[in-house]
Structures are given as structure tokens and as C-alpha cells.
């Protein structure tokens, strides 16, 4: 099935972490079987809803793959799931505050982060980053990002790889608190190319045809990495929601809900062996 989204979400992405911070979403009765639903523990969510397809706001509501998966998560795992737009920086702090109990927006395991946080087995591997610019601008590789200016989103992996290429806190770099604010700035002419996860970017360029926006692939520059559910470090739920992933792998849901928002199978051999890359990382 293929994914419905109007053209102007990435654009309506940009003001949503503004306009609905407080917009959120609620599994509190998606299992209607009984009164043990008014039991469930609800557990309160963060995340940032400018990074299509992963996240979104369409007609006032969060969706997209991760907001789909996770309350099929909580359903299998038996938990309610609160669901709230808090944007990156602040999902990150709710972590640290413990005002939170998990974040889901797309986060890369690696090192750093485990430091911080405990993560779920892998639920999505990216294909490493893609490089966009306008057709006006000339980039052949990674290389190339060195003299021209370059938007990243803030404290993302996609930040890191343009300044492992640029330099850290090259001037050239501008970083911005959203993907949609990014996407804004390169269409401007702002920058002159951004970086950013592959699917991201992918699907930034399918649903914006007339936008004049190319992109160019290093994979010698930019590796592959995986994406897994942020929690705090020690946390009860961890055990639990590894649990539902497998079950989820092995019974066809997760699946189906990867269908519906990239319209091809998963490699689900790859995300089942991907336990040993984060134990590599610790």
C-alpha cells in the first residue's frame, strides 16, 4: 500500500513542532476486550514529529511508522501508550528528567548514546544518508560539501556525517531544531545542500516532484546504521518491548505496518542479527 500524504506535510512539518507541541496521541483504549484496559500503565512517549515517514502530524493526528509500531508494541507488550510531540531536544531531556519513559523519533544507536540511554533491539536499519541539493548546484560526492553551505538537523546523526567530511562546527554548517525547518532552508537557497537519513530524504523528493531538488549518494562516506526505542538507562520496560519486537518480526505486523509506509519488504534476517551490533558499540 502505498503511503497518501499531500504534498504540503513536509511544509506543514516545519510549524508543527510549534503549532502542536501539545498534540499527542493515546492507546489508553485500543484494546477494548475488558475492564483490564483501565489497568494498563501507561507509559508517556516523546518524540519529534517532523521527520516523515518515521513521524508526522496529518489532520491534528501523529502517524507515521514509528507512531504505528509503537502502539502495536504496547498492544503486544500490554502497556497504554501516550504519545506526545515534544520535538527532539526536549524528548531527549524528558529521558534525562525522567518525565518521560520512552523516546521514538528515528535515534540512531550508537555509542554516546548508550552511555545515556538503554535501547531496544534494532527496529529499522537505514540505508546510511543521502545528500540533497538544488539542480542549480553541482555535488558529485561527500567531497563536495566542503565549499558550499550545508543545512543539518541539530544533534543528529545526519549532523555528524556532514562534519565528519566538513569539520565539526565548520562555519559552512547550519543547523536547524527540525527536519521540516531544513527542508525549508535548502528550498530558499539558504544552503546550498542537506543532509539527511536516506528514507527521510527519499521521501521528501517523492512527495515534492516540482521542488527541483536532486540527490546523490557517498557510501564510502556514510555508512548504514540502525534506528532502536530510547529508554531510560535501567528501565523495566526495555525487557518487555525487545520481547514484543521479536513477536511482532515473527508474527507478520511488522511487516505489514513496513509495507504501508515504504511499499517494500523488510530485511527482517538483518534486523534479527543486528543484536550483536549493539553489543559491539558498548
Request: net charge negative.
Amino acid at each position: 500500500m502505498k503511503i497518501s500524504f499531500k504534498k504540503s506535510l513536509f511544509a506543514l512539518a516545519a510549524s508543527s513542532a510549534l503549532l502542536l507541541a501539545a498534540c499527542g496521541t493515546s492507546q489508553n483504549d485500543s484494546n477494548k476486550n475488558g475492564s483490564n484496559d483501565n489497568q494498563k500503565k501507561v507509559l508517556h512517549v516523546g518524540t519529534e514529529a517532523t521527520f516523515p515517514p518515521f513521524e508526522l502530524v496529518d489532520k491534528g493526528e501523529l502517524t507515521g511508522f514509528d507512531v504505528e509500531l509503537l502502539k502495536a508494541l504496547g498492544e503486544e507488550a500490554g502497556y497504554g501508550i501516550d504519545i506526545k510531540n515534544t520535538g527532539w531536544d526536549s524528548m531527549l531531556a524528558g529521558l534525562d528528567s525522567k518525565d518521560l519513559d520512552i523516546g521514538m523519533s528515528g535515534i540512531t544507536i550508537k555509542k554516546d548514546r548508550l552511555d545515556s540511554y538503554d535501547f531496544s533491539i534494532p527496529y529499522y536499519e537505514s540505508e546510511g544518508f543521502l545528500i540533497l541539493f538544488k539542480d542549480n548546484v553541482d555535488i558529485k560526492n561527500a567531497e563536495d560539501l566542503k565549499n558550499l553551505k550545508v543545512g543539518v538537523q541539530n544533534g543528529t546523526t545526519g549532523a555528524e556525517a556532514a562534519e565528519s567530511v566538513v569539520g565539526k562546527n565548520a562555519k559552512n554548517i547550519s543547523k536547524y531544531e527540525s527536519s521540516g525547518l531544513m527542508f525549508q532552508a535548502l528550498l530558499s537557497g539558504s544552503v546550498d545542500a542537506a543532509v539527511t537519513d536516506k528514507p527521510v530524504a527519499e521521501e521528501y523528493i517523492k512527495q515534492n516532484p516540482d521542488s527541483n531538488i536532486q540527490s546523490v549518494e557517498d557510501k564510502e562516506r556514510f555508512k548504514p546504521e540502525y534506528y532502536g526505542i530510547a529508554f531510560q538507562k535501567g528501565s523495566p520496560y526495555k525487557e518487555d518491548f525487545d520481547k514484543a519486537l521479536i513477536t511482532l518480526f515473527d508474527n507478520g505486523k511488522y511487516t505489514e505496518i513496513y509495507k504501508k509506509w515504504f511499499n517494500e519488504d523488510p530485511d527482517l534476517e538483518s534486523l534479527k542479527n543486528a543484536k550483536s551490533y549493539i553489543e559491539s558499540l558498548k
